[in-house]
Every structure is written in C-alpha cells, then in structure tokens.
C-alpha cells in the first residue's frame, strides 16, 4: 500500500498544546491586572482566574482525547506515527504544565 | 583493467560536473566577491565577522575586570565604564552570540540537510551586509567615546532623553534594531529552506535532529525579535521626536520598556542555547558510536522549551512590584522549564552510556559543557525562586549565573563545534599540544572569573559599579575574578592560535575523520560553491547510511540535479513532511544588489541617528525601490512546464507551483509582522491598566468618518487582490483590478494620516494620544508596503512574469493586503474604543 503524504497543516498541531498554555498565561495574567486595577473582592477575582485555567485545562483535555481516540494513520507511514507521537506528547506536556504553572499560584493571595 | 577503465571515466565524469557547476555556482574573483550570495562564503563571513566583534566585546570585558580587580580603581573614569560595560554586553549578545549561532546554522544547515543552498541567497547576503553595517555603527561609536551607556537592556526612564540626552543611547536603538534586522531575515531563510529544501526522502521523521533544533529555533527568533524592534521603535521615537511611551510624566509607563525588552530577552536565552543543543545532539552520537538516544522525546522537548521560554520574561521583573500571585505564575514556569532542558541532558547522558565513546577535543569542551551549564541551571532555579531573587537580583550573582547559562552554554559547545568541523573546511585536525591545554586554560579561567562572582553577588556587591571601597569584603574575590578572566584570555588565545597551526601544520585526515552519519561529510573538501555535485534520496534516517559510499555516487552525479543546465543554479523544493520532491527551484545569481540595498538602509540609520531626517527618508525610499528593483529579477520569464531533474523524475519549477518558497516566507513575514502587531496592542492595553494620567487626560475623539474609511478602502484593496488573481488566473490582464487596489490603499493611507493629524491629545503632550497615533501609523505602514507590492505587480505583469501558471506574485499579494485589512479593523477598533476605555478608568476605586 503506498503512503499518502501527511498534509502540511497537520504540523501546526505541533504548537496547538503550548499555544493553549500561552493563552493561559496571557488570560490569567490580563484578568489578574485587570481584576487588581479595578480592585475586585479577592473571592471573585479567584474565581474567574479559575475559571479561565479551568477552561484552557478543558481544552486541552478535550485535544487530547481528541487525538487519543483515534490511533495513527497508518496511511501516513512512519512520518504520520512520528508526529502522531509528537503531537500528543507536546499535548500532554502542555497540560500538565498548565496545571502545575497556574493550578497552585491561585492559592495565593490575589493583589498584594 | 576494464574496472580500472570505468574508473577512470568515472573520475573523468565527475570532473566534468564539478568544472560545469562550479562554473555556473561560483562568484567572481577580486570586487565581484561583494556580491556573494552563496551560503558558504556568507555563513564563513558571518563567523569570521562574529569573532572579531567577539574579540573586541572580550577586550571590554578584561578592560571592566582590569577596572574591578581592586578596590578605588582609578583605571576608567564612571563615564567610560558605562560605555565599556555597556558594549561588551550588548556586543557578545547581539553581535557575537545571536549572529554566531546563525552563522553556524547558515552555513551548516544546507549541508546536513542535503541540499545546496539557502532558498533566498540575496536575503541571505542582505542580512549579512545589515550585520556588518550595524555592527560597524556600534563600534565606531565606541571609538568615537558616544557609545551607549545605559545598560545592555536600556531600561527606561535612565535611556531616556531627560538622562541620557546624547546620542548614546541612539547608536543602541538604531544600531541593534538594523542588526536585528539581519537575524529576523536569516530566521526567515532558515525556516523556509528546513521546511521546503530538504534532500528528497528526508522526512520530518528522518530529519537529522540538529535540522529540528534549527528550525524551532529560528521559529523562536521569529517571534521574539519582534516585541524588541517594536519597543526600539518607540523609544527612539519618545526620544527623537517627544512621543511620550515610557515617560511616566506623560501618561507614559518605564515599565513598559521592560516588559517589550524581556519579551524577547529571556527567549534568546534558549535562541542561543538551542543551536549549541544541536551541536551536542549532532557531536556526541558521533563520539559516542550509537544513535542518539531518545530523539522523539528530544523534538517534544524543543517545542516545550521554546514555548516557556517566551511565557517567563517577567521573572526578569520580579522586583517591580508585581503582585504575588502574577509572580508566582512566572517563577513556576521559569522553575519548570528546567525539565524539557534535563530530558535533553540526560538524553546526551543515556547516549554516551550506552554507547562505546571515544575521547577526542571536541568531547572536552562537551564535557566543559556539561559541568557549566549544570551548574547555571541550578543557579538558574535558585533566582526563579522569588524570595531569593529579591536578594540576589541586581547582584553580582546575577552577573554570574547569566555567564554561565548564556556565554559557557554558548562557548564550550561552539568550540567542540569549531574543532569537529573544522575538518570540513581545512581536510586537517587539530595540534593535540595546543589544543588540549587551551581547553584546560579556558576551562579553569571560565569557572575562577565567574564562580567568584556567585559569592561576590551574595556578599551584596551590585552589579554595574564602576568601583567599591574595599572594606565590603569582595576584594580578594574580585581580583581572582580578574585573574581568571584573564587565564580564560590566554585560553582563548591558545585556541585562536591552535585554530591557525591547524590550516597550516594539522595532521591532513581523511575526508569523514570522525566517521559520521551526517550529509556534510557526503561533499568534497572544502566544500564547493554548489555543495553537492547531485542531490541525494534519502531511504533511512540519516545517521545511519554509509557517507562514503554516498559522497563517490553524489560526485559522479548519480542523484538528483546531477548536471549544469541554462545556467541556472537549481535545487529542489520538497513536500514538507514527506520530503518528497515537488518542485525544482532556480536560484539567483550572484549579484550586488544585496551590498547596495544594505547601504541604503544604513543610509537611513545613519540618517536618523544624525537627525538628517530628510536623509533618512530618502534612503528608506531608496531600500524599498531596491527591493522592488530586487523582485523584477526574481523567477522565470516564461512558462517550462515540467522538467526533468534526474532519476527519471520530472517537476515543473518554484515559479509554477502553489508552494512556492516565497509563499511561506512571507507566512513567517507576517507572523513576525503579527507578532509586533500583537506587542503594539499589548503596549496599548498596558499602560491603558498600569500608567499614571490616563484618566486626567483629554478625552480623545477619533474620526469615525476616517475610520471607517480606511476600513472600507483596505477593504476594497483586498478585494481588488482577489479580483486580480482571478482574473490573471483566467488568462486576462489584471491591470485594472491592480490599479484599483492601488487607489483604494492611496485611499486608506490618507484616511489614517488624516486621522493622525487630528489626535487627541497631541501625541506629544501624552501618551494615549501617542498610542493612538502609533497604531494609526501601522495601519498607514502597511498599506504603504502594499502599495509596493502593487508596483511591483504591474512591472512584473509588464515583463512577463505573470501567466495563468505563474500567479504567485499576486497571491502574495492578496495575501499581504488580507493581513493589511485584519490589522487594520483591530487598530481603527482599538482608537475608536480609546474613548470608552478612558470613561471605564474613572469608575476604578
């Protein structure tokens, strides 16, 4: 059976699990200023910082599942496994390091 | 004798192909060497050129130890320290480090990838020429006692004009931004030709590892330099013509200047630790006699590495006063980002372990390696913790843990690099007697300079003084410091001076002395102009394939390419993740056009540095004319169809292909482009929440008639693009949709410099009007450029290089004014909605 070539596209799943944890930092980080220059209760500031972290941690659970759930094209040949392989280890990196990065910090107190 | 025959003839054809390529390869002899465009003279010049700024950034740095190494040293006054310590910092960063590593990458990239040269060899010389001529800026200006003097990172508010009103901190601003020019262009380059010009059958899974370190790291540079030119941008502008960014007084914010600084200061970091990376991943398989182990786990690592580093600058910032939980989000990252690094290290470990290595030079320096950058990753962790940092920063400790992630993680692997692939170049290896004892000589000198300063730092001695008293308790440690620099010198003395016996008295060796797996031992010695006499197919990874074999089959032209034809210099495009052969590239000529369109953007930075701004107006619009004149002679004037390249293969050329090079390279433009647009937009949002008088100021008023009048004329801009393409594509003239597009960006540029006169307030009275003012001159910018791009159409139309097959001038085209709309609409959205967020500040308690 001949390979069929793995489109070029599919290289930008490469950066998609780092590209959510950089998102994660920008909104938690922009919430964070915003909530502390307009000086919300540190309850609701903690909130939706959750919230935001919560949502980003969704999302790249949901990524990951969504590549788990399907096993390599085998038409894609060996490069296709390789970077099946890549992807989800770059995945499930970027969701362990968005919990370990922004999970704990919420602990702490918000504006001082 | 009949085998003796074959050989014979076979020697005598692949002579014959050596002759013709060289012939159609090669550069002139005598002046017409100014106009190299060749990877291989350009990555030589660019390492030759790093080292003498190398030299000259090492001269300061003995001259501040000279200064330091006893207490009420009268050797420099405070002024010329600033300048001296200032230059060797921004010189071994920005002159030597970022432009050795892409020296490295420039001229290896090519050859271990297997093809024969970079896919913009006019960008490549133009970015070398930028280097040289902004180098040469900086250095002069130290000659000249006006060098810069506010620090490497120019923190504002001491860079700007109230404190430093000479040219000073100018010669820094404009002299590091036209070089950083030079490494924007490079990354580029380097990024299209590992995704497009591989050797066929090199898969991303077959990819020599130092290919991935290169191109991850080149992606980094894309989107790191960006935040720094725009943050030069706007200071010089504060200080030439008063816009107030970082002026606190004005509605302004120093902090900013920080922020935009680390934003690309802490990637470089990794920007200058990968390609060494790659080095060692490439080096110690060899030494090691195995394949390096854990490759898989090397890529996720490198794409992991290069994503935090950009998410941690702040800790750079730690002591501004940042809340603590925002801290704490920096100092997990910047703790966290050690474990992609130890994946790598200890996959360098587990290769050595379980192979059969072999002692030689190059394994003493990874060795050296090894120990120094163990050692500054764990200072590296103890600063990214924040209650220590508050201690430690602005220290000498500081000082000390900056060399020895950033210039030992540079030095020791750029050596080991020098002695394995010296070879390449001079068919010679190194004088034993020399070369081992130097290593030892930089080795001890390296830790005695630096370590000292650990515990200078933590016995409280700041960084930046020009001289201490001598009862703090630092002075025998800061003349073992100063002794040690000095051994380090003399190492690196004996390693220059090693380095020259070689060409001349090294043992000659055979053409793979190491016996490595990599193409760039598949070529003769020293490499020619045209690399590989034929291209070759890959059917394994590539640390496993006989080099020999490979190299006599290339020689006799057995691969793909293997003959002369038109003259053209031709190489071949790949699919990017299969690596199968799509296109035939035609490369351009030597020519001066690079040398001169470099002059002309110094011109410019000339121009502006002396405040001759009708000086500096006309040599931009001189560049610009260049590189439109540039394109005019780019590509082929008729269609070809498919054509033959060897192995009875044929393929049509770049010039009638969708995935044309220049496709992708203006794709990393724009996110280079997007990425300056974003810092432009954070800027504004930052000092929005964190300047003083925001909610002071006068209430601005932007035209929505102007506003949205430049939207719709970008608008019908792109559509017009769109209508040009079709229209092309069909087999018709596109003059008219052309001419269209070009009045409705006329159109748009007017509207926003209309809308730029009549901010509100002035942009020199505050900073919400200079914003306003800089978003409106990116929009203005960009439709300017797109009128170039329209020009260019029109002229390229004319002379033919436009057909039903050959649309890819108007596909850029289109897809530069797409971008010009988007960024458009969100800067025209972002000044109409300045108002409203000026109201919401009031209400904040």
């Known amino acids: 059976m001949s390979e069929r070539p793995v489109p070029p596209r599919h290289l930008w799943w490469l950066a998609a699990g780092f590209t959510v944890w950089c998102s994660a930092l920008v909104t938690l980080y922009a919430i964070h200023g915003i909530g502390c220059a307009f000086g919300w209760s540190a309850g609701s500031l903690r909130l939706w910082l959750a919230v935001a972290l919560l949502a980003h941690l969704v999302a790249l659970g949901w990524m990951w599942y969504g590549i788990f759930r399907v096993a390599p094209d085998s038409g894609f040949g060996p490069t296709g496994a390789f970077l099946y392989w890549a992807v989800t280890g770059t995945l499930i990196t970027a969701l362990v390091a968005t919990a370990v990065t922004f999970g704990p910090p919420l602990l702490l107190a918000t504006c001082i | ?845």
Request: glycine content about 8%; proline content about 6%; hydrophobic content about 55%.
């Open chain 2, 1 to 845: 004798m009949s085998e003796f025959v074959e050989q014979s003839s076979q020697r005598a054809a692949a002579l014959r192909l050596h002759r013709e390529l060289a012939a159609v390869w090669g550069t002139g002899p005598g002046l017409q060497r100014l106009a190299a465009v060749n990877h291989s003279i350009i990555g030589l010049r660019m390492i030759i050129t790093s080292f003498a700024f190398f030299a000259i950034a090492g001269v300061l740095g003995m001259l501040t130890r000279v200064q330091l190494a006893t207490p009420n040293g009268d050797f420099m006054d405070p002024e010329t320290y600033n300048q001296v310590f200032t230059m060797h910092g921004s010189m071994m960063l920005f002159l030597f480090a970022i432009p050795m590593v892409e020296s490295f990458a420039v001229y290896l990239t090519p050859k271990i990838l297997g093809t024969r040269d970079f896919a913009f060899p006019r960008l490549t010389a133009y970015g070398y020429w930028c280097y040289l001529f902004g180098g040469t800026i900086l250095t002069v200006a130290l000659i000249a006692r006006v060098a810069p003097n506010s620090g490497w990172f120019m923190y504002t508010p001491l860079s700007s004009n109230v404190y430093t009103p000479g040219v000073n901190a100018d010669v820094w601003l404009l002299g590091v931004t036209f070089v950083e020019i030079s490494a924007l262009s490079l990354a580029m380059e380097i990024v299209v030709s590992i995704l497009k010009m591989r050797a066929p059958g090199m898969s991303l899974d077959r990819m020599p590892i130092f290919g991935w370190y290169i191109l991850v790291t080149a992606m980094m540079m894309i989107v790191a330099f960006p935040p720094l030119i725009l943050g030069s941008i706007l200071l010089e502008i504060e200080r030439a013509v008063g816009l107030p960014f970082f002026d606190p007084t004005r509605g302004g914010d120093a902090l900013l200047w920080q922020h935009l600084f680390w934003l690309f200061g802490h990637p470089d970091v990794y920007i200058i630790f990968l390609p060494m990376a790659a080095v060692l991943s490439t080096i110690i398989p060899v030494f090691a006699n195995r394949p390096l182990v854990g490759y898989r786990a090397i890529v996720v690592a490198i794409i992991a590495l290069a994503f935090l580093s950009f998410g941690i600058w702040v800790h750079h910032m730690f002591t501004v006063g940042i809340p603590h939980l925002a801290l704490a989000f920096f100092s997990v990252g910047s703790a966290i980002v050690a474990v992609p690094t130890a994946v790598q290290i200890f996959a360098w470990l587990a290769t050595l372990a379980h192979g059969r290595p072999r002692w030689d030079v190059p394994m003493l320096y990874v060795f050296g390696f090894f120990f120094i950058f163990v050692m500054g990753g764990l200072t590296g962790v103890m600063v990214a913790m924040v209650p220590f940092d508050w201690q430690a920063h602005d220290t000498y400790f500081v000082v000390a843990h900056m060399h020895y992630v950033v210039a030992g993680a540079l030095a020791f692997p750029m050596l080991a690099a020098f002695y394995y692939w010296l070879p390449l170049l001079t068919g010679r290896t190194a004088v034993y007697r020399l070369s081992v004892p130097a290593f030892w000589l930089v080795f001890v000198g390296f830790n005695l300079t630096f370590f000292m300063m650990h515990l200078t730092g933590l016995l409280g001695m700041p960084r930046r003084i020009y001289t201490y008293q001598g009862n703090e308790g630092w002075n025998w440690l800061n003349l073992l410091s100063s002794v040690g620099g000095f051994v380090m010198t003399i190492g690196f003395a004996l390693v220059v001076i090693d380095l020259v016996v070689q060409l001349r008295y090294g043992r000659r060796v055979q053409r793979n002395p190491w016996g490595a797996a990599t193409l760039e031992w598949a070529m003769p010695i020293p490499p020619p102009p045209y690399a590989f006499a034929s291209i070759p197919h890959l059917g394994t990874r590539t640390d496993s394939f006989a080099v020999g074999d490979l190299r006599l089959s290339l020689a006799r032209g057995e691969g793909y390419l293997g003959f002369a034809r038109n003259g053209w210099q031709e190489a071949l495009g790949v699919h990017m993740t299969t690596g199968e052969p799509e296109q035939l590239i035609v490369l351009p000529q030597p020519t001066y056009l690079p040398l001169f369109t470099a002059l002309a953007t110094a011109s410019a930075v000339l121009g502006l540095l002396f405040k001759f701004y009708l000086l500096a107006l006309f040599a931009a619009l001189a560049t610009a004319g260049l590189f439109v004149f540039a394109a005019q002679r780019a590509g082929l004037a008729r269609d070809y169809g498919s054509l033959p390249i060897g192995r009875g293969v044929n393929l049509p050329p770049h010039t009638e292909v969708a995935d044309a090079p220049a496709w992708l390279a203006l794709i990393c433009t724009l996110v280079a482009d997007g990425t300056l647009f974003t810092s432009l937009l954070f800027g504004t949002f930052y000092l929005w929440i964190s300047a003083p008088n925001w909610t002071t100021a006068i209430t601005p008023e932007p035209s929505r008639i102007l506003a949205f009048g430049a939207v719709a004329a970008l608008a019908v801009a792109a559509a017009a693009a769109r209508g040009s393409l079709r229209t092309a594509t069909a087999g018709g003239k596109a003059s008219g949709w052309i001419g269209l597009a070009l009045i409705a960006l006329l159109v748009a540029i007017a509207a926003a410099v209309g809308q730029i006169a009549g901010v509100v307030p002035q942009p020199r009275e505050h900073a919400l009007g200079a914003t306003a003012a800089a978003l409106l001159g990116y929009v203005a910018l960009h439709a300017g450029i797109g009128v170039l791009f329209l020009i260019s159409n029109i002229l390229r139309q004319r002379a033919g290089f436009i057909s039903p097959r050959r649309v890819l001038d108007l596909r850029l085209t289109r897809l530069w004014l797409d971008y010009t709309l988007v960024t458009g609409v969100l800067a025209m959205g972002l000044v109409l909605a300045l108002p409203a967020l000026v109201t919401v500040l009031g209400v904040r308690p």
